[in-house]
């Protein structure tokens, strides 16, 4: 069964350090979302894609934030001036409609 | 803007005995879609149950029902007999271009 992938599972990092998460997105799905879970509390949505460009953000996707298809597979989010408040689980989900979203297994971004 | 909202934090139940989840939720859109999922201590996203919400029979998946009343804006999960791999958290989530989730619900399974 198709799934989405995500590497690395886990990544530490110092303050102020550029991180990138990425992401291989179900092979056939159009849509793709980062969201972002901070420890003990609820799962927060980021930002979609479509057709090579953001469809939605939020106030969370402030500019230290971006995402990126680089190739046919890949779907990366890079964050430039990592703060200790970005600490948290980092999903990546796809979609091939707008509404049924699979996640990947997330990325836990430890900022020190 | 589009909520979620689960009253319960924690919950337990005994193992083969049949628990329910509550979620309610707020939104403008005529047609959405409501998920659980399921969220164990690896953290993974693992999608249990989708409701149309212009369907109006209640979906089903196995030990997994939902009951969906749109006018309440209420959907809430049941869990048959329960099992002690059904421990984790469970998130209800609604539509829209993104996903909009509620705090979540602790199910603890005891044997």
């Known amino acids: 069964e198709p799934e989405v992938t995500q590497t690395p599972s886990h990544q530490v990092t110092q303050m102020g350090q550029e991180v990138i998460l990425r992401c291989v997105p179900i092979?056939?799905?159009?849509?793709f979302y980062w969201y972002r879970q901070i420890l003990g509390q609820k799962v927060e949505f980021l930002v979609s894609?479509?057709?090579?460009?953001?469809?939605?953000k939020s106030e969370i996707f402030d500019d230290q934030f971006s995402v990126e298809r680089p190739d046919g597979s890949n779907f990366t989010l890079k964050i430039r001036s990592t703060k200790l408040e970005d600490s948290a689980m980092y999903f990546c989900a796809s979609s091939g409609t707008t509404y049924e979203q699979y996640f990947g297994p997330g990325t836990r971004l430890t900022v020190t | 803007a589009q909520t979620v909202t689960q009253s319960q934090p924690e919950m337990s139940v005994q193992e083969a005995e049949t628990v329910t989840l509550s979620c309610t939720y707020d939104t403008s859109e005529s047609n959405y879609y409501l998920f659980w999922y399921k969220q164990p201590p690896s953290r993974q996203m693992i999608l249990v149950i989708r409701q149309e919400a212009y369907k109006q029979q209640n979906a089903t998946e196995n030990r997994f029902s939902v009951n969906f009343q749109k006018a309440a804006k209420s959907f809430s999960l049941k869990i048959s007999d329960s099992q002690l791999g059904d421990t984790a958290m469970y998130f209800c989530a609604l539509s829209g271009s993104r996903l909009t989730f509620g705090e979540g619900t602790q199910l603890t399974v005891n044997p």
């Open positions: 092979s056939n799905h159009l849509y």
């Open positions: 894609f479509y057709n090579n460009e953001i469809s939605e």
